[in-house]
């Protein structure tokens, strides 16, 4: 089965610098990799995805890499704001093999 | 509006008393799935079901029971709850197969003493 590992475990920038959160997957098979956003004492939300076809996707400050040769893919989060702080979740797999990371605390200082 | 709603939010429990958390959503989704939140390992999954009648086993199902009578409802149900199934619990769902973005609940945070 698939394998995703998540780095760094805990991130902290200060207010209008980029931020970067980095992904491995160990199944060439995968084929989709959403990033999950949650708050404090919230639900995990979508906040981007991208597929295997696809190499990047951007969505105003937000933007997603996919490098499928060295199956690694990140998340880059351009003129970061405090409401940015949060737990990251990337994720990877096919069909109904996903697997989550362990997920990263970015903490956007003002 | 579209939403995944679980039941109760919070839960104190002792060993060995069954509980049931409910699960259910409004989108007409065809697959749901429940993970536990542990500090330091993600989300894990539980089960996931594809369809009515249609379960299957996640990474850690040991000590949960599932099931899909109707499409809108996936009940997690621990016959005999142990203190190492405190954990925070997510119920999702999501149109197709698990690989398309998933709604989730707003959590139940279980404590088994």
């Known amino acids: 089965g698939e394998n995703v590992e998540q780095h760094p475990s805990t991130l902290s920038v200060q207010e209008g610098d980029s931020a970067v959160i980095k992904c491995t997957y160990s199944?060439?098979?995968?084929?989709?990799f959403p990033w999950y956003k949650q708050e404090l004492g919230k639900r995990p939300q979508l906040i981007i995805d991208i597929r295997s076809n696809v190499g990047e996707k951007k969505d105003q400050r937000i933007a997603v890499t996919l490098n499928k040769t060295a199956k690694h893919f990140s998340l880059h989060i351009t003129e970061t704001q405090p409401e940015d702080s949060a737990v990251y979740f990337c994720v990877g797999g096919n069909n109904n093999d996903m697997r989550f990371g362990a997920g990263t605390r970015l903490t956007v200082k003002p | 509006e579209a939403q995944v709603t679980q039941n109760p939010r919070y839960l104190i429990t002792v060993t060995g008393k069954k509980l049931t958390v409910t699960c259910s959503q409004n989108?007409?989704?065809?697959?749901m799935s429940w993970y536990r939140q542990d500090p330091g390992l993600g989300l894990r999954q539980i089960y996931y079901?594809?369809?009515?009648?249609v379960t299957d086993k996640g990474d850690v199902p040991e000590g949960y029971k599932v099931s899909r009578k109707e499409k809108r409802n996936f009940p997690l149900i621990l016959e005999s709850p142990s203190p190492n199934q405190t954990s925070l619990y997510f119920c999702?769902?999501?149109w197709g197969l698990g690989n398309q973005p998933q709604h989730f609940g707003d959590g139940t945070r279980l404590s088994i003493l």
């Open positions: 999702a769902s999501s």
């Open positions: 989108m007409n989704h065809e697959y």
């Open positions: 199944d060439s098979a995968s084929n989709y």
């Open positions: 079901s594809m369809n009515v009648e």
